[in-house]
């Protein structure tokens, strides 16, 4: 007799299916604050036993649960950092659940490993590495810096003919959280490098370097970011790739968030050294319209990643087996698990590759100037608004201003009655030691009308 649990069920499927076209059908898509709540031990208790329940009783279960989670994807979440899949993105990331379809290697699933390559060259044309540069999809930007940053650390004594005793890497001020801790993760020291208006620059590079000749000597590498978190600023990163080809050091580029800018005319020339990284990655979950979680992770010579992140072990000698036919220096087959610290992964670059298909890169192109426009006009408002002051002018797409007058509390309790009301949401932040508010802007539906009506709520 069959096991219940995998057999076709008909009903289970149209119940399941007809949630997915009532939620991909939202225009808008609202942001879906159903208000606190502190526990959910009373709607879910008894639901995990040993009998199982009901599924329309569980999808109810479901939908009451989905009350408390904030929808990233409405044009009105302008929190953090928000993402926006596509409708092609969101239906073909179902495809890659519902077909099982995994990454690990070439043997196991190379058309999917193909489709992802595909990809991936969209992006390292985009940054303008040389042709053979290549990489694989991590669960995001966080996997993603801490892969290429054990490079890094492996490679740096073949680079720089020694072993320094404390290697370190440097990093600006405004490096994300993920890169100081991945260091930590793999024994490495932050040389924090002063930043210059906020950003990186060759410059103070040079001078932290001058100023600690001992610490310098123990550099292996160095952290730009194109797009920071708070603010969207782009590091200099012609300047940080001169110093870093100098002294032979590892030049990675944090794109997460920003990456998808290289896209947009307007903006492409402040990424202008970004060619000259031996590794960057860009989320595409963020700003290219792909589901969670998915961040593409570029090496310059792939092949120095395989030779540390392959992992060897009796029952995977398989994997690395050259084909009948392979000629002498062929590297062997394309696995995605020997370039960065996971093993078995998702197909999670699908979803991508397939609404890059389906649209063309124009209209991401398109897609993302429209986001630029949003935020320049935006904040071309705030300036014009006597009680409003803008912080600086945006680089990218995240918009930094304050309510003169205003302390923490007063955001704090405006951001709250915003969500509350689905007006928008928009967290407070940080600058320069002082309480502001922030927009992070991403969705191209996302209208200087709600702008507008966000700004008239600070009155």
């Not at 979440?77 to 099982?100: E, G, Q, R, Y």
């Not at 073949?158 to 930590?184: C, F, K, M, N, W």
């Not at 071309?380 to 797409?397: A, D, F, M, Y």
């Amino acid at each position: 007799m069959r096991n219940p649990m995998f057999v076709y069920d008909e009903q289970l499927t149209d119940l399941v299916l007809d949630y997915c076209r009532w939620r991909l059908a939202l225009d808008p898509v609202p942001l879906d604050y159903g208000g606190a709540r502190e526990s959910f031990d009373t709607l879910l208790e008894g639901l995990l036993g040993p009998g199982g329940n009901d599924p329309r009783q569980v999808m109810e279960v479901f939908n009451q649960l989905a009350e408390s989670v904030i929808s990233c994807d409405s044009p009105r979440f302008l929190s953090f950092i928000p993402a926006a899949p596509t409708k092609a993105a969101l239906l073909f990331d179902m495809v890659v659940s519902c077909s099982s379809l995994q990454g690990t290697s070439w043997l196991e699933a190379a058309g999917a490993v193909a489709a992802e390559n595909q990809a991936l060259a969209v992006l390292s044309r985009l940054a303008g590495l040389p042709e053979g540069a290549g990489g694989c999809f991590v669960a995001g930007g966080t996997t993603g810096n801490l892969s290429a940053l054990v490079v890094a650390r492996d490679t740096a004594a073949v680079r720089q003919g020694r072993t320094p005793h404390r290697p370190r890497v440097a990093i600006g001020a405004e490096a994300h959280s993920s890169v100081a801790s991945a260091l930590h993760v793999i024994g490495v020291e932050p040389l924090s490098v002063p930043t210059d208006d906020h950003r990186l620059t060759g410059e103070r590079l040079r001078a932290a370097l001058a100023a600690d000749p001992a610490a310098a000597e123990d550099v292996i590498g160095v952290v730009a970011t194109a797009g920071t978190t708070n603010a969207g600023i782009i590091d200099d990163l012609a300047g940080v790739a001169e110093v870093a080809a100098e002294r032979r050091w590892w030049f990675h580029v944090d794109a997460a968030y920003g990456g998808a800018g290289m896209l947009a005319p307007s903006v492409r020339h402040r990424y202008q050294g970004i060619e000259r990284a031996d590794s960057f990655i860009v989320d595409p979950h963020k700003w290219l319209f792909a589901p969670f979680d998915c961040a593409a992770l570029l090496y310059r010579e792939p092949r120095l990643a395989k030779a540390v992140h392959t992992q060897d072990a009796a029952y995977l000698e398989i994997l690395h087996t050259r084909g009948p036919g392979a000629e002498e220096g062929d590297e062997g087959p394309w696995n995605p698990s020997d370039y960065a610290i996971h093993l078995t992964r998702r197909a999670r670059g699908l979803p991508l590759w397939f609404s890059l298909a389906v649209h063309g890169v124009d209209a991401y192109r398109d897609a993302v100037e429209t986001v630029l426009a949003t935020t320049r006009r935006s904040a071309e408002l705030i300036q014009g608004t006597p009680h409003l002051t803008l912080v600086r002018e945006p680089e990218l797409s995240v918009v930094l201003f304050r309510r003169n007058g205003w302390d923490r509390a007063d955001y704090e309790a405006w951001s709250n009655r915003l969500l509350t009301d689905q007006t928008g949401f928009v967290t407070p932040t940080s600058w320069e030691g002082e309480p502001a508010a922030r927009l992070a802007f991403l969705h191209p539906d996302t209208t200087v009308e709600m702008v507008s009506e966000i700004l008239a709520t600070m009155a």
